[in-house]
């Protein structure tokens, strides 16, 4: 026997409270993972941007239009190497109307411009030469059960047309890397133009182009800017990073409340830790004065109590890494990757999280029992010997 | 007797406790001397500090006044971790309720004082054995308290008190729980470590057949300690 087996046999002493405590960590943990996951899935888009590429969007708000003119005037300026634009459509299939897809209307040179989506030559031949043509995601026909040759009917408030808006799949697209979206449907713009009253006509959500050299993306966004200055629309022309970043900026309070809800959840489990250890050495301070008579020290004691809470808490954080792992990696993540990937193009659990909730668990573990572990080498040896007998 | 015979020598040891403003003096003015080698029983009413007395000796507690001198070191003036020290390597501790962990085996508690001790695993549990041996207790060394009679968990605890062989063995109504059997058989041990160990005790008791046992006898009353008569048969 050993110090540390003397430790350690204080954690099997109850064994039914020892493994309630210990799930009650793992699933503060398991929790925890899972919101981290998902503000990492949510995030993640914005991280893998490209960074040879510009949106150029109206200078007051993503949701008003630019005259179609401007492309033309964008393609033109030195540094652009190449420009596309596309509309929100915002319509919903009628006979799938729980399912959200995003549709957009683009200019044909799309596929030039967002690379990492590729669609086989032939088939973005196909496409083009059919003015109701669409082009979709691989993970959308999957959901939806789309294939080349299917017909789609759309409805939407944005653009609102009696019969709707009929569409044949064309072509199928597929991703280049796991985090690009797999999720959308794309038509072509000149279709929905040529479908809108005269009034509406002529008008682009936004301008997606790519510059020569990356090191000048910033210089070639101030120069669309500039160009425009002095129009009645101005523009506002950000790096795709950027501008992802403020779309999902959208939804900033929803990430604080995860991030709070973590914080919260990490509380809870440094109060299970707490009330197991803090009631552990209540019911041993005979034990603990008995081992202070045999000639341990305050601070023996104090190790054993920290140390037990350690244990504790990275046996729970382990346990519950060891749950969230096949659940979030294996069921869920598969499950809304393949489902929800418009959301969550990637949604996997963050080695990062994993690391953070381990030393979480380990160190509000030895925060929690900082206090038991203080009363415990304060022990009053002569006290607790007498109200023994 | 010559001043290397004394193992206790107690000179005017008062111990008072200080309770809402009022104190109360348990302890006043004591002296007391032992030799090397005694087993000495100290009787008393409930409440008359014999407990607080066995604390004072074995150096649980400290002295309000007085000089506690024990094997020649006077420990009333010792700091908090050389008294931890002396208590580990000098004392050996018995309890009325025998205050084994209930998570160690009967080996194991016994050799928890050792721990404390530059004593290598091995040679640990090998002297953990062995004390088990001479407490009768050989094939109870696996079992875990609660499977232990409390006779036997007496027993344990005798062996846990000379596993690191301590000039002095401290027992607060070590029978006190036991019944009349059990009660002998562990009066008959404590016998033994003092005849054929040598080992210096002092046991507190309420129990005369129990203090019959003593070679000497001492009486705690109203703050004041009396030698009332030597023990009995072996005096
Ligand atoms: N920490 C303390 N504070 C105040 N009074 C105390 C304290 N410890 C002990 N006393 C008092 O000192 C007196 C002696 O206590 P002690 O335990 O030494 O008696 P005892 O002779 O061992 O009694 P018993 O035979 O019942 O075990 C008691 O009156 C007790 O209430
Ligand atoms: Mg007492």
């Given at each position: 026997m050993t110090l540390t087996s003397l430790a350690a046999r204080n954690l099997l002493r109850n064994k039914v409270r020892t493994s309630l405590t210990l799930l009650g960590v793992a699933v503060a943990v398991v929790t925890f993972l899972l919101l981290r996951t998902v503000v990492a899935a949510w995030t993640g888009g914005a991280e893998f941007a490209a960074k040879d590429r510009l949106v150029t969007r109206h200078k007051v708000t993503f949701v008003m239009p630019l005259p179609k003119r401007y492309i033309?005037?964008?393609?033109?300026?030195?540094?652009?190497?190449?420009?596309?634009?596309?509309?929100?459509?915002?319509?919903?299939?009628?006979?799938?109307?729980?399912?959200?897809?995003?549709?957009?209307?683009?200019?044909?040179?799309?596929?030039?411009?967002?690379?990492?989506?590729?669609?086989?030559?032939?088939?973005?031949?196909?496409?083009?030469?059919?003015?109701?043509?669409?082009?979709i995601g691989e993970s959308l026909a999957h959901v939806m059960g789309w294939k080349v040759g299917d017909e789609v009917k759309l409805e939407t408030g944005i653009y609102p047309s009696d019969s709707g808006w009929a569409f044949t799949i064309r072509a199928i697209y597929k991703a280049t890397s796991r985090n690009v979206d797999k999720s959308s449907f794309f038509f072509h713009w000149d279709y929905l133009n040529q479908g809108l009253p005269e009034g509406?006509?002529?008008?682009?959500?936004?301008?997606?182009?790519?510059?020569?050299?990356?090191?000048?993306?910033?210089?070639?966004?101030?120069?669309?800017?500039?160009?425009?200055?002095?129009?009645?629309?101005?523009?506002?022309?950000?790096?795709?990073?950027?501008?992802?970043?403020?779309?999902?900026?959208?939804?900033?309070?929803?990430?604080?409340?995860?991030?709070?809800?973590?914080?919260?959840?990490?509380?809870?489990?440094?109060?299970?830790?707490?009330?197991?250890?803090?009631?552990?050495?209540?019911?041993?301070?005979?034990?603990?004065?008995?081992?202070?008579?045999?000639?341990?020290?305050?601070?023996?004691?104090?190790?054993?109590?920290l140390g037990e809470a350690g244990v504790l808490g990275l046996l729970g954080g382990a346990?519950?890494?060891?749950?969230?792992?096949?659940?979030?990696?294996?069921?869920?993540?598969?499950?809304?990757?393949?489902?929800?990937?418009?959301?969550?193009?990637?949604?996997?659990?963050?080695?990062?999280a994993c690391v953070l909730a381990l030393s979480c668990a380990l160190g509000l573990g030895i925060l929690a029992a900082l206090l038991p572990a203080r009363s415990a080498a304060r022990v009053n040896v002569t006290d607790a010997l007498r109200k023994l007998v | 007797m010559s001043k290397e015979d004394i193992l206790i020598d107690l000179r005017g040891v008062t111990k008072t406790y200080e309770r809402g403003g009022e104190s109360l003096t348990i302890l006043e003015s004591l002296d007391l001397e032992l030799p090397r080698g005694t087993f000495a029983a100290?009787?008393?009413?409930?409440?008359?500090?014999?407990?607080?007395?066995?604390?004072?000796?074995a150096g649980l507690d400290k002295p309000t006044a007085g000089s506690i001198e024990i094997a020649g070191q006077r420990i009333d003036r010792l700091s908090e971790a050389k008294l931890a020290k002396f208590r580990s390597s000098s004392v050996g501790f018995i309890f009325q309720s025998y205050n084994l962990l209930p998570v160690l085996t009967a080996v194991e508690n016994v050799e928890l004082p050792l721990l404390l001790a530059p004593v290598a695993a091995s040679e640990r549990r090998k002297r953990a054995q062995t004390a088990l041996r001479v407490v009768g207790l050989e094939d109870r060394m696996d079992h875990y308290p609660r499977q232990l009679s409390g006779g036997q968990e007496q027993r344990?605890?005798?062996?846990?008190?000379?596993?690191?062989?301590?000039?002095?063995?401290?027992?607060?109504?070590?029978?006190?729980?036991?019944?009349?059997?059990?009660?002998?058989?562990?009066?008959?041990?404590?016998?033994?470590?003092?005849?054929?160990?040598?080992?210096?005790?002092?046991?507190?008791?309420?129990?005369?057949?129990?203090?019959a046992r003593a070679g000497v006898v001492h009486h705690l009353d109203k703050g004041r300690l009396q030698r009332k008569a030597d023990g009995g048969e072996h005096a």
């Open positions: 033309d005037e964008i393609r033109a300026l030195p540094g652009v190497k190449a420009a596309t634009f596309c509309n929100w459509f915002g319509g919903k299939d009628p006979k799938h109307d729980r399912e959200f897809f995003a549709q957009f209307a683009c200019d044909d040179g799309y596929f030039d411009v967002m690379t990492e989506q590729q669609v086989a030559p032939a088939d973005l031949a196909a496409y083009k030469a059919d003015r109701t043509g669409a082009v509406r006509r002529d008008a682009i959500g936004w301008v997606t182009s790519r510059v020569d050299d990356p090191a000048h993306t910033a210089e070639v966004g101030v120069a669309i800017d500039r160009a425009f200055d002095d129009k009645d629309t101005q523009t506002l022309s950000q790096d795709e990073h950027t501008f992802q970043a403020g779309f999902l900026a959208g939804f900033s309070a929803v990430l604080y409340a995860f991030d709070a809800i973590s914080i919260a959840i990490l509380l809870v489990m440094t109060l299970i830790l707490g009330n197991t250890i803090a009631m552990g050495v209540r019911e041993r301070t005979s034990e603990f004065a008995t081992m202070r008579a045999l000639g341990f020290m305050p601070q023996h004691l104090r190790w054993f109590v346990l519950g890494i060891g749950i969230a792992i096949p659940l979030i990696q294996g069921l869920l993540g598969r499950f809304l990757e393949e489902n929800m990937g418009n959301i969550f193009p990637v949604f996997r659990l963050p080695f990062g | 100290l009787m008393g009413p409930s409440g008359s500090g014999k407990s607080t007395l066995l604390n004072l000796i344990v605890a005798i062996a846990r008190a000379i596993v690191n062989d301590p000039v002095l063995i401290v027992a607060d109504e070590p029978t006190g729980d036991l019944d009349r059997k059990s009660a002998d058989e562990i009066l008959k041990l404590m016998e033994t470590l003092n005849r054929e160990l040598g080992k210096t005790i002092i046991m507190v008791t309420h129990d005369p057949a129990a203090a």
